[in-house]
């Protein structure tokens, strides 16, 4: 049973236009939640976060929006660069993300920037 | 602030053997870890939850006796993979809850191969 799911597993966009990568949710106690980027052969990296009791975070190019009625989110990077290429992992916990909860992530999907 | 050294970064090892990695927690106490993997194609799944001063709590379908884990500091949690089966192989990472307030804090992985 997948909590968090990314439908997508690629996506394909081109350099300048807007990125959007989607992941639904099925817990409706989950009210934290988080997108990390992968590189092949790297660590994980955080990108942003965002708690229930907002609809939206933005931080430079990435903007994330959350709909709790449709248990949806979602990242806009805009504009789009051929380094924001790699795998894009969504998480949801069911804490504030000050407590023990753990994160449960989707399968992720692979941005591919093209120049 | 809040910088998580995990290694190896990867490790490649034979059957029987046993490997331990190391997640440490450089500018802050960290009296809960989270141990997850990560099969490919597949989502980042917990294995463990590890507590300071107290024994892991394994999810479901892991096997303790198999992957050790040793939390006895507030800095540093190990996870030690005995009698390793090439089925083993996956990427391993530790993710930390931050103290007193939002977020978590990402290893940078091990990527561990077993022949």
């Known amino acids: 049973d997948q909590q968090v799911k990314q439908n997508s597993p690629s996506l394909s966009v081109q350099e300048g236009r807007i990125s959007i990568l989607n992941c639904d949710y099925t817990?409706?106690?989950?009210?934290?939640f988080l997108w990390y980027k992968k590189y092949p052969a790297e660590g994980p990296t955080f990108l942003i976060s965002?708690?229930?009791?907002?609809d939206k975070n933005e931080d430079g190019r990435f903007t994330v929006f959350l709909n709790k009625s449709a248990k949806h989110l979602s990242l806009h990077i805009v504009p789009s660069q051929p380094g924001d290429s790699a795998v894009y992992f969504c998480?949801?916990?069911?804490?504030?993300?000050?407590?023990?909860?753990?994160?449960?992530f989707g399968k992720g999907t692979k941005l591919s920037v093209i120049p | 602030g809040a910088v998580v050294s995990q290694h190896p970064s990867w490790v490649i090892c034979k059957s029987g053997t046993s490997v331990k990695i190391e997640c440490r927690s450089l500018?802050?106490?960290?009296?809960?870890m989270f141990w997850y993997r990560q099969f490919p194609k597949q989502s980042l799944m917990l294995m463990a939850t590890?507590?300071?001063?107290?024994?892991?709590?394994?999810e479901q379908g892991v096997e303790k006796d198999k992957f050790l884990i040793n939390h006895a500091s507030l800095t540093l949690s190990t996870l030690t993979v005995t009698s390793a089966h090439p089925e083993d192989s996956s990427f391993y990472i530790c993710?930390?809850?931050?103290?007193?307030?939002?977020?978590?804090?990402f290893g940078s992985g091990t990527r561990l191969t077993v022949v």
């Open positions: 998480a949801a916990s069911a804490d504030s993300g000050a407590g023990s909860y753990q994160l449960t």
């Open positions: 590890s507590n300071e001063g107290s024994k892991a709590t394994y």
């Open positions: 500018d802050f106490q960290a009296t809960t």
């Open positions: 817990n409706s106690m989950f009210d934290y």
């Open positions: 965002i708690s229930s009791i907002k």
């Open positions: 993710i930390l809850p931050r103290t007193g307030g939002y977020g978590y804090t």
